[in-house]
Nanobody, 119 residues
């Protein structure tokens, strides 16, 4: 019903920048929020940035990452500056979606995009 397609990952040196993008498509009533998570192998998936009624960031990325959302286009981006090796992870786009008017909210995930920061 809802597809999330991410792009923009890759390899970058420490101190560099990358921009991740995510586009939602499918049949739904509205998107309540769009977020970015990341996961390192063997670790829990962690929330990086949220864009709902307000924007919020994990302490580890605040001041370096910026989330931006285009509600009209159902897209969200994550601008990542001053990247550090510890930012290396698979980054996932997440959308909290209402499929039907007055329906329940549901979580959807993108396929993930690898970000690797070399020292």
């Amino acid at each position: 019903q809802v597809q999330l397609v991410e792009s923009g990952g890759g390899l970058v040196q420490a101190g560099g920048s990358l921009r991740l993008s995510c586009a939602a498509s499918g049949s739904f009533f509205d998107i309540n929020e769009m977020n970015w998570y990341r996961q390192v192998p063997g670790m829990q998936r962690e929330l990086v940035a949220t864009s709902g009624s307000s924007t919020n960031y994990a302490d580890s990325v605040r001041g370096r990452f910026t989330i931006s959302r285009d509600k009209a286009k159902n897209t969200v981006a994550l601008q990542m500056n001053s990247l550090k090796p510890e930012d290396t992870a698979v980054y996932y786009c997440n959308a909290v979606v209402r499929i039907l008017y007055r329906g329940n909210l549901r979580n959807y995930w993108g396929q993930g995009t690898q970000v690797t920061v070399s020292s």
